[in-house]
């Protein structure tokens, strides 16, 4: 409850729109840069919330970019391997 008592009002109010922004638009998140000049603080809290988010509900960016990238891997070779006959 400490803790709590710690945080910033903006803070939080950057956090939950990262946490909601993450889970109604996630397509948003894919092509995303951190922009260089807000204050550390929105950055942090914005990008804290989206990976509350996606602890909550198991999401691994890393690990789904590496599965798309397999998959088009996969995808590649199946379409040269038919070229070849």
């Given at each position: 409850?400490?803790?709590?008592?710690?945080?910033?009002?903006?803070?939080?109010?950057?956090?939950?729109?990262?946490?909601?922004?993450?889970?109604?638009m996630p397509e948003v998140f894919k092509n995303m840069t951190v922009?260089?000049?807000?204050?550390?603080?929105?950055?942090?809290?914005?990008?804290?919330?989206?990976?509350q988010f996606e602890k909550e509900h198991g999401i691994d960016l890393e690990r789904d970019a590496f599965r798309e990238k397999m998959k088009e891997s996969m995808r590649s070779k199946g379409q040269q391997k038919n070229r070849g006959r």
């Open positions: 409850m400490e803790e709590e008592a710690n945080i910033s009002e903006e803070y939080k109010k950057w956090f939950n729109r990262g946490y909601h922004l993450r889970s109604t922009p260089q000049n807000e204050p550390k603080e929105i950055t942090q809290a914005f990008e804290a919330g989206r990976k």
